[in-house]
């Protein structure tokens, strides 16, 4: 299979975890300091040698597609000042990415956003990332931690970590055999189980390569839990055949879909050395 390209950005939720502040801004544009997540998803996506960059979005998303284009007047307006430098980032990846767009009209689910992504993807291996899920690594990060495992394994490959019994309901929740230190083969996966229905404490985080098989299984899937069509059940399709394997990831993870993670994310980051 060829080396991964392209990366999928699901933002089509409505984040009502954070209500007020998602009511008309999406979750992905809230910044952790002065950087919005889904900045920092791109980045992370870029130096994992990713150059397409696909978002699934919807209603009152617009900001995310302004993000990642170039406001003339805001170009004027700071050109020669000291502020210039606070651009940098944003500008190479403007630069150096391509962007591409499509609308899930109906928040029907994480594997629903992922299908509404294929016409932007096609028929190759991709990355997909939830922009929500901020990450700390002292690498090239999640995504280059996985494409590295890509590259030899060749299947799908999650991110896990672990995470206590009394927080499995909030996640894709994974079993396998460990076939080399942090890495597992999956058998099956559960998604948002009881503590007492999960099969083990690796949660799956928002970091995922997927193979273009998933399309034609999440076409043939049912909705799952909350009447959602979930990429967690397409995957377990794939892991009963040996093919999906589980990276526990070297780094940190904030929850910034909750206003908690969020703000611890914002303290780390603001403290970092
Ligand atoms: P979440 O489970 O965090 O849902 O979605 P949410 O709607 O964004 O937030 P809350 O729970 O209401 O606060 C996980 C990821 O999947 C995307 C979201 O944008 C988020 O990045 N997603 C989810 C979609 O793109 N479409 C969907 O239909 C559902």
Redesign the pocket.
């Known amino acids: 299979m060829p080396p991964i390209r392209k990366c999928l950005?699901?933002?089509?939720?409505?984040?009502?975890?954070?209500?007020p502040a998602?009511k008309a801004m999406?979750?992905?544009m809230l910044p952790v300091v002065n950087k919005p997540l889904i900045q920092y998803g791109v980045e992370e996506a870029a130096r994992a040698g990713i150059t397409d960059m696909a978002f699934?979005?919807?209603r009152g998303k617009r900001a995310l597609e302004d993000h990642f284009d170039t406001s003339h007047e805001l170009e004027r307006q700071i050109a020669g000042s000291e502020r210039e430098s606070l651009l940098e980032d944003i500008r190479r990846l403007v630069r150096e990415c391509r962007f591409s767009w499509t609308r899930?009209r109906?928040?029907?689910?994480?594997g629903?956003?992922v299908l509404?992504g294929e016409t932007l993807i096609g028929n190759e291996p991709f990355a997909v990332l939830?922009?929500?899920?901020f990450c700390v690594t002292g690498d090239a990060g999640v995504l280059g931690q996985l494409t590295a495992v890509f590259a030899e394994q060749q299947c799908s490959i999650v991110a896990v970590e672990e995470v206590p019994a009394s927080e499995t309901a909030s996640y894709g929740m994974i079993a396998g055999e460990e076939i080399s230190p942090g890495l597992f083969r999956v058998s099956r996966m559960v998604e948002k189980p009881a503590p007492e229905e999960a099969p083990g404490n690796l949660a799956i985080i928002?970091r995922y390569i997927l193979t273009p098989d998933i399309f034609a299984i999440l076409r043939a899937t049912e909705p799952g839990r909350n009447n959602?069509?979930q990429l967690t059940d397409a995957l377990q399709s794939q892991a009963r055949q040996g093919k999906v394997l589980a990276l526990r990831f070297r780094g940190r993870r904030f929850d910034c879909?909750?206003v908690a993670g969020y703000m611890a994310a914002n303290e780390y980051v603001w403290k970092r050395p």
Do not use: C, M, N
């Not at 109906?106 to 994480?110: F, I, M, S």
């Not at 939830?130 to 899920?133: I, N, S, T, V, Y």
């Open positions: 950005f699901p933002a089509a939720g409505y984040g009502t975890r954070f209500l998602t999406p979750k992905e699934v979005t919807g899930q109906e928040a029907r689910g994480l629903h956003a509404t939830l922009a929500d899920d928002g959602e069509l879909g909750s």
